[in-house]
């Protein structure tokens, strides 16, 4: 199976910030890797898409990079609306994976 | 717009059985690959099942298989879980969800049904 390591797992940034997550697989995946956002109580919500591909309706503050092993979600300029739990997840291969996710607080 | 409704969540006594269902709208469901994906409380994300468009294929998690069964009816647009041998480890957010390897993502999500395994 294929693991997938985010870093870090907590993360406390402020308004205005720029933001990057991390995400290591334990083997090469080419570019099969999405982001996700969950907020508390809520379903999560694809962001980012093979890779680096913004999903329609997503501000383009997101963005994704990355390929094979190591990706990396960034936020360009933090939001209140942004503070949430991120995973990242590889679609390459079954059984499918997530990351540990990511939660994001405000400092 | 499009819709996913799960339905069928609840307690029930480890050992025990459940059948989850979601109701799809607003796109192709036919064409679509569909998922399972559950979360514990307080946890993180775990991929259930996967089911090919046409319901001929279902791939599963290690924890669940030979339990827990997928099929789906694109006549009506509904996708189901049958659960069986439940254990409280099992206990979850059950979301359903639209997509895979094809799409190259998970979407769209339902709105997640809770499946509670207690005595």
């Known amino acids: 199976d294929i693991q997938l390591t985010q870093s870090p797992s907590f993360l406390s940034a402020s308004v205005g910030d720029r933001v990057t997550i991390t995400c290591r697989a334990s083997?090469?995946?080419?570019?099969?890797l999405a982001w996700y956002q969950q907020k508390p109580g809520k379903a999560p919500k694809v962001l980012i898409y093979a890779a680096s591909t913004l999903q329609s309706g997503v501000p383009s503050r997101f963005s994704g990079s990355g390929s094979g092993t190591e990706f990396t979600l960034t936020v360009s300029s933090l939001q209140p609306e942004d503070f949430a739990t991120y995973y990242c997840?590889?679609?390459?291969?079954?059984?499918?994976?997530f990351g540990g996710g990511t939660k994001v607080e405000i400092k | 717009d499009v819709q996913l409704l799960e339905s069928g969540g609840g307690l029930v006594q480890p050992g025990g059985s459940l059948r989850l269902s979601c109701a799809a709208s607003?796109?192709?469901?036919?064409?679509?690959?569909m998922q399972w994906v559950r979360q514990a409380p307080g946890k993180g994300l775990e991929w259930v099942s996967a089911?090919?468009?046409?319901?001929?294929?279902?791939s599963y998690a290690a924890s669940v298989k030979g339990r827990f069964t997928s099929s789906r009816d694109n006549s009506k647009n509904t996708l189901n879980l049958q659960m069986n041998s439940l254990r409280v480890e099992d206990t979850a957010v059950y979301y359903c969800?639209?997509?895979?390897?094809?799409?190259?993502?998970?979407?769209?999500w339902g709105q997640g049904t809770l499946v509670t395994v207690s005595s």
């Open positions: 969800v639209g997509g895979g390897v094809t799409a190259r993502k998970f979407d769209p």
């Open positions: 997840q590889q679609v390459n291969s079954y059984p499918l994976t």
């Open positions: 083997q090469g995946i080419s570019s099969s």
């Open positions: 089911i090919t468009s046409s319901g001929d294929r279902t």
């Open positions: 607003g796109f192709t469901f036919s064409d679509s690959s």
